[in-house]
């Protein structure tokens, strides 16, 4: 067994001596014209193995040290080069099996539209993804970084809200992304939200509540009275069916497929809602009548109310209902959110105890389902 390089005669014209030695089970060999070459080399080596041993020789010097400051960097991180080369080898992966974004955003939405996703959420996710690829279209998807994402969403100069909604789309899309295999990170997870304000929740006074109730007609009282008594979402409202409103059991299903959250969920028909709901209901068809907007329009030209807060009857709802109710787990539940936290955020102390008995007192009179003068209700 050779413990070390020796020198050995070599039949060639020029190169007369081979020094050969063991390196990772196999033989290392290197030629010299002049003994002497030949037996400097061969010391060399054998002192490097008496000072190294077997392993370092082995181990290329130049390799050695990069190998020691690469480590060095990576402590300070608490990583090891083992983390980092797992790391680069699943980004070079993602690389070669990467697609454009172009191609990432039809399947994305093909996708979804298979998975049975909502036209609204579609509609969502198609205007703001193919905003992106208009920038970012030809590029490998796994080669955008979170900074190009960054200076991406400052850049479209919108309101808060906005960006962080743009936010969210990139990050469905780049989370999809690293679940097929296309990109290693998602670029978008770690993208800086914008700060956003909340403003103060906008709902409709007791008497505009009212008022709105006397000034629609009788296709469209339903519709309003279900919005202001029981909270639907609009797009949940406009897709109610009558069909789903259950009288006997006081109950309105809101179906998984018609619901925003796509979870179905049962909402309590308060007392004053079931007066408004009796002279109306139908054993089938839309709640919601024909020209809609026009009809609304209509009714609150005739009550006077010029400033209609974003979702006025949903968020008056849930106002009215947790000053006259204190209940904002079981409201939490029949608005269809995951908790109370957005309740108590938006709507704790904007209404006070006497306008919410007065709100649910809103009723129809006996005779013309119109509702009792304002004065009367309260």
Not at 25 to 48: D, H, L, P
Not at 244 to 261: G, Q
Not at 331 to 353: C, I, N, W
Request: hydrophobic share 45%.
């Amino acid at each position: 067994m050779i413990t070390g390089f020796r020198v050995r005669k070599y039949k060639h014209p020029r190169l007369r001596f081979v020094v050969r030695g063991k390196v990772n089970g196999q033989w290392a060999r290197k030629y010299f014209e002049t003994k002497v070459e030949a037996q400097t080399y061969s010391e060399q080596k054998n002192i490097e193995l008496l000072n190294q041993g077997r392993e370092g020789i082995e181990f290329p010097s130049s390799l050695r040290v990069m190998a020691q400051d690469c480590q060095f960097r990576l402590q300070q991180r608490g990583k090891t080069i083992t983390d980092a080369t797992a790391h680069y080898l699943q980004h070079l992966d993602a690389i070669a099996k990467s697609c454009t974004v172009e191609a990432l955003v039809a399947e994305l939405l093909k996708v979804r539209k298979a998975d049975g996703a909502s036209a609204r959420y579609l509609q969502d996710l198609t205007s703001r993804l193919k905003r992106f690829a208009k920038d970012f279209g030809a590029r490998l998807v796994a080669e955008i970084k979170t900074q190009e994402v960054d200076e991406w969403l400052r850049g479209l100069a919108v309101a808060p809200v906005t960006r962080n909604n743009f936010r969210r789309v990139l990050g469905v899309m780049f989370g999809f992304a690293t679940g097929r295999g296309y990109a290693s990170h998602n670029a978008a997870a770690a993208a800086a939200k914008a700060k956003q304000i909340d403003s103060e929740v906008g709902i409709l006074t007791v008497p505009q509540t009212a008022k709105l109730l006397e000034s629609a007609s009788a296709a469209l009282v339903p519709f309003i009275a279900i919005g202001a008594f029981a909270g639907l979402r609009p797009e949940e409202l406009t897709r109610l069916s009558w069909d789903e409103i259950d009288l006997e059991a006081n109950l309105i299903e809101v179906k998984a497929r018609k619901s925003k959250t796509a979870r179905r969920r049962h909402i309590k028909i308060q007392p004053n809602l079931v007066k408004w709901l009796m002279g109306h209901a139908k054993a089938t068809g839309q709640v919601a009548p024909t020209n809609l907007r026009k009809e609304i329009k209509i009714a609150r030209e005739r009550a006077g109310i010029s400033d209609w807060p974003n979702n006025a009857l949903r968020h008056g709802f849930a106002s009215y209902h947790l000053a006259k109710f204190r209940d904002a787990a079981a409201l939490a539940l029949e608005m269809g959110h995951t908790d109370s936290d957005m309740l108590f955020a938006h709507y704790r102390q904007l209404v006070k105890p006497r306008d919410a008995a007065r709100y649910w007192n809103i009723v129809p009179t006996a005779k013309s389902t119109k509702i009792v003068p304002f004065a009367q209700a309260a």
